[in-house]
């Protein structure tokens, strides 16, 4: 499987068809004497950011201190989870679930405004 | 000095020259073209005053309309008097501007006027 | 919905999109300066933009991804982020320029100052956004839209002679003020060939579910719309050609312009141009501030939609609305809304290659595109004209703003 053609930068969509969130980084799992396996893959925090160049994180990391949900952490979902990989990746999970910086926004912000 | 020879020698000696010759050479030009750009202008101004005016006695455009254009050309005529270039534009330019404003105001205070007449 | 309704839809959406307050200000400029001889840049940006236009539809329809989304994909990420700052630099200045359009509207007609009314019509776009769909979006303003059809009338009643109008339709050197010449003709380019149009064409086409049974409604429709569009805008053109070009009158306030079709058309045409002039430039901000969150949301693969809910796509929505604040208050300090606009369209103009160029090889990927990819002639032209369109405004801005 050709990761960067495949499954990075590749939209996550949750079992409801709701948007979760780019894939923005994989994890390796390296094994003995095989080829390394896709353990789970990665979405937000700050690792957009980091892939642009370092500094830009350090950036975005200093421009969102004290706001937000508690974590900044990526969202890390288990490869076990993909169901299907076509136009989007598919993953067995409630976007609402995991769906922190939106919520927040929601919560916040525009959920806040009338008739939201 | 030791700064301006390194700078001769060095990479960003070729496109500083072009670009300072350049400014130069916009520097020069640009008194005669702001004159012609102030006298521009002025006569656009003067041909918009007096369209307004026509247009406001032929019931073209409403009198707050006017009024915004008698405005707008006041205040390019006072913009343009406080540029030095402005003593260099044609003296006949410069009245056409003064009596286009004039015939305008006077168009809109007879419409005025006339509206207070029973 | 019958494939001839879909038709009719797509192309009044597209006139209402084309005049806008970037194509009204660069054609009444280029008449009232230059007679005739401009034509060829309108004409040139209407062929260029129809291309952009038919490939955004028929990306979305086969690949069912929208630019960004592809952008992204495909070229990674920093690429994309490259294309949405300047993107958002870019809209946030032609979405002032629209508030502006539509403030001035309103000062013409009430004679209150467009300064006040930057903040009350910044507010209605936002409710538009807030509380419509995207069905409400594309068919009601750009309905209303059909208002700019006036201009052809205006052109049509000046009869204009039809030998000079073929003589400006060839591209022609300016033998008068040069810099200025090449400077309108970049902001004519880059009013037709404004990017937010055809990213929001191709959000559009996946909010209306289009799939590969579409691409000939899709051709039709850019075909036509567009064309419509440039005419529509070449009419412009037209009418200060004939109407300021003789006076000597070159605008440099908008409120000028309304001199245009008040000549031809009396106290109506006054009336039809604040109408047209607050339509258009409503139609415009909608797309320019829905095309922002857009390339935000696709990019970043937030949820997103107009059909959606605000508060099921609230990022997607935060985007729109702290863009259409921070520009309503912008335009409170009074920028003259002419002269925002013709810079904003001649910049537009200077990172065409770099919107255009990663567009293309998605155009040419089958992975995207499978069998449907671009010939030879849509590359062609639009690769010319993006270039062509890119070294004109490299040359010309610099010298406008150092001597303007």
């Given amino acids: ?116 | 000095m030791r700064c301006g020879r390194a700078l001769m020698d060095s990479r960003w000696a070729t496109p500083l020259l072009l670009i300072s010759m350049m400014l130069g050479l916009l520097g020069c030009s640009s008194a005669a073209e702001r004159a012609d750009r102030a006298s521009r202008t002025a006569q656009s101004w003067t041909a918009t005053a007096r369209r307004t005016s026509k247009a406001l006695a032929a019931g073209a455009v409403p009198r707050v309309y006017a009024v915004q254009m008698l405005e707008a050309a006041l205040q390019t005529k006072s913009q343009l008097e406080q540029r030095p270039e402005w003593r260099s534009v044609a003296p006949e330019i410069r009245s056409h501007l003064a009596d286009a404003a004039r015939e305008l105001a006077s168009s809109i205070h007879e419409g005025s006027d006339s509206m207070l007449e029973p | 919905m019958s494939k001839l309704v879909q038709i009719a839809l797509g192309v009044f959406t597209s006139i209402g999109g084309f005049l806008e307050v970037g194509a009204i200000a660069t054609t009444a400029q280029a008449g009232a300066a230059y007679g005739f001889q401009l034509i060829w840049a309108v004409l040139l940006g209407t062929i260029c933009v129809t291309f952009l236009v038919e490939m955004s539809g028929r990306l979305a329809a086969v690949s069912r991804h929208t630019i960004k989304d592809a952008l992204r994909e495909r070229f990674g990420p920093r690429i994309y982020m490259i294309t949405l700052v300047s993107d958002v630099i870019i809209n946030l200045m032609v979405l002032a320029a629209e508030i502006g359009g539509m403030s001035l509207a309103l000062q013409l007609v009430t004679g209150i100052s467009f300064r006040w009314w930057a903040i009350p019509v910044g507010l209605l776009t936002w409710l538009v956004l807030w509380k419509g769909s995207f069905g409400l979006i594309e068919k009601g303003v750009s309905l209303l839209g059909m208002v700019a059809l006036v201009f052809l009338v205006a052109a049509f009643r000046l009869k204009p002679s039809l030998a000079e109008i073929g003589q400006g339709v060839l591209p022609s050197l300016p033998t008068d003020r040069p810099l200025h010449y090449w400077f309108i003709a970049v902001g004519i380019l880059g009013a037709a060939i404004s990017p937010y149009l055809f990213y929001f064409y191709s959000s559009g086409a996946i909010e209306d579910d289009w799939d590969e049974s579409h691409i000939g409604v899709n051709r039709a429709v850019a075909v036509i719309g567009m064309g419509f569009g440039g005419l529509l805008a070449t009419s412009v053109l037209i009418v200060a050609a004939m109407l300021f070009h003789p006076l000597g009158i070159e605008p440099d306030r908008f409120e000028q312009v309304a001199l245009l079709l008040s000549e031809p058309l009396g106290r109506l045409g006054f009336y039809l141009f604040a109408a047209t002039l607050f339509i258009c430039c409503l139609g415009a901000a909608l797309e320019l501030a829905l095309a922002t969150s857009y390339s935000f949301a696709q990019g970043l693969g937030w949820n997103w939609g107009e059909n959606v809910r605000p508060r099921n796509a609230s990022r997607f929505t935060l985007v729109y609305t702290v863009m259409i604040a921070a520009v309503s208050i912008m335009m409170v300090s009074g920028i003259n809304p002419l002269e925002l606009t013709l810079l904003s369209m001649a910049l537009t103009a200077l990172v065409l290659p770099l919107v255009t160029f990663p567009f293309l090889i998605l155009m040419n990927d089958p992975d995207y595109v499978g069998d449907q990819g671009n010939g030879w002639i849509s590359n062609t032209a639009v690769i010319a004209i993006s270039v062509l369109g890119s070294l004109l405004a490299l040359v010309a801005i610099p010298l406008q703003l150092m001597g303007g």
């Fill in chain 1, 1 to 116: 499987m050709d990761i960067g053609r495949e499954i990075l930068d590749q939209q996550l969509v949750d079992r409801t068809g709701v948007n979760i969130g780019k894939i923005d980084g994989v994890v390796l799992e390296l094994r003995d004497g095989l080829p390394p396996r896709v353990a789970a893959v990665l979405t937000g925090g700050h690792l957009l950011a980091r892939r642009l160049h370092p500094r830009i994180e350090a950036w975005t990391r200093r421009l969102t201190r004290g706001w937000g949900p508690r974590s900044h952490d990526p969202l890390r979902i288990p490869w076990s989870k993909v169901t299907k990989i076509g136009v989007d990746v598919r993953v067995d999970v409630d976007a609402h679930d995991v769906l922190s910086w939106e919520h927040w926004v929601r919560d916040r912000i525009i959920g806040r405004i009338p008739g939201a």
